[in-house]
Nanobody, 131 residues
Framework: QALLVESGGGSVQAGGSLRLSCAAS???????????LAWFRQAPGKERELVAG???????????DYVEGRFTLSIHGSKATLVTLNLEMDNLKPDDTAKYYC??????????????????WGQGTVVTVSS
């Protein structure tokens, strides 16, 4: 499994911005020949849901409908060394308050919305948006 480490969470007021980063490494060559990375989030009492996902070549971007153009996902680096998955979040709303997780899925062409299909997860980082 890949090793995923998130950073960048924090507390902001509504309308503010945050940038989340996920450092991904230790990709097993066979399992992650083609892979997807994604950000999920889970609010208290709610199910984990996809925020945004991307293919390893930077294509096949997938965003949740509720993102509404406020978030931008990008991928950088090489799986031979380190891959960084960034999520720029603008115009944050109180409903965006959640714990955000980075996830990886090997042998993946299109990011999946089902969290159960992902092979590796980070520990998560908390985002709190106050009104």
């Amino acid at each position: 499994q890949a090793l995923l480490v998130e950073s960048g969470g924090g507390s902001v007021q509504a309308g503010g911005s945050l940038r989340l980063s996920c450092a991904a490494s230790d990709f097993a060559e066979y399992e992650y020949r083609d892979y997807c990375l994604a950000w999920f989030r889970q609010a208290p009492g709610k199910e984990r849901e996809l925020v945004a996902g991307i293919g390893d070549d930077g294509s096949r971007l997938t965003y949740a409908d509720y993102v509404e153009g406020r978030f931008t996902l990008s991928i950088h680096g090489s799986k031979a060394t380190l891959v960084t998955l960034n999520l720029e979040m603008d115009n944050l709303k109180p409903d965006d308050t959640a714990k955000y997780y980075c996830a990886a899925k090997g042998r993946c062409w299109t990011p999946r919305r089902d969290p159960g299909q992902y092979d590796a997860w980070g520990q998560g980082t908390v985002v709190t948006v106050s009104s």
